[in-house]
């Protein structure tokens, strides 16, 4: 069966500090990833999209980037984070018109 | 062009009554039309999905939603709730191809009393 596995669960980091969030897909080959962003009390945003190893995607300039180094792996990062940057961040991955499965999330605070 | 509207940000019910949830959507296309719920602190699950079989969609935990093109409305409902549906939902329409033409609303919070 097809999981995700996204982790940490919860990340507390200084203002400046470097960010590394990471997901992993298990029982599907080739998959289309995603990075969301949910702000407190707000729907979700779209920051990342991947078709393939390597191939990454965004319409939304800011202070993250995503890799994927592998089929089923994708990095989310950050050299430098703001306050903005705090939020609850969401891996996902989707097969056509299967709908989308999330990860549990990470929740990070930055103080 | 797309375009997702949940026309409620908060939904209060009692236990036991009919949960009603509303979705429109715009698409130039058909569209595929999804439900998620997220508890909080979780991620998003998956409560149903229409890809143009039947309009009438059954999903997990009772809830159930009716593609309606001629009103481009996608509700979600469910005839008796529950203390645990107490979340949020999520309306989503997406192109099969996904990427980043899905388009997620902008979320309905349901309160359930008791």
């Known amino acids: 069966s097809q999981t995700i596995h996204q982790w940490p669960a919860t990340l507390v980091q200084p203002v400046g500090s470097p960010l590394s969030l990471e997901c992993t897909v298990e029982g599907t080959s080739n998959p289309n990833l995603y990075w969301y962003r949910q702000a407190a009390g707000r729907g979700l945003q779209l920051l990342f999209y991947s078709v393939g190893i390597g191939q990454i995607s965004s319409e939304v300039p800011q202070n993250l980037s995503a890799s994927r180094p592998q089929d089923r792996q994708f990095i989310l990062s950050s050299k430098k984070l703001l306050l903005s940057d705090s939020g609850f961040y969401l891996c996902?991955?989707?097969?056509?018109?299967?709908?989308?499965?999330f990860g549990s999330g990470t929740r990070l605070t930055v103080v | 062009a797309q375009s997702v509207t949940q026309l409620d940000s908060h939904v209060s019910v009692s236990e036991g009554t009919p949960v009603l949830l509303r979705c429109n959507y715009s698409?130039?296309?058909?569209?595929?039309l999804f439900w998620y719920v997220q508890h909080p602190n979780k991620g998003l699950q998956l409560l149903l999905k229409?890809?143009?079989?039947?309009?009438l969609v059954k999903g997990i935990n009772g809830f159930e939603a009716e593609f309606k093109k001629s009103e481009t409305s996608f509700h979600l409902t469910k005839p008796s709730a529950h203390m645990s549906d107490a979340a949020e939902y999520f309306c989503v329409v997406s192109p099969n191809t996904g990427g980043f033409k899905t388009i997620f609303g902008a979320g309905t919070r349901l309160f359930v009393k008791a």
């Open positions: 229409y890809t143009s079989a039947a309009t």
């Open positions: 698409s130039s296309y058909s569209p595929s």
């Open positions: 996902a991955w989707s097969v056509f018109s299967y709908g989308y499965t």
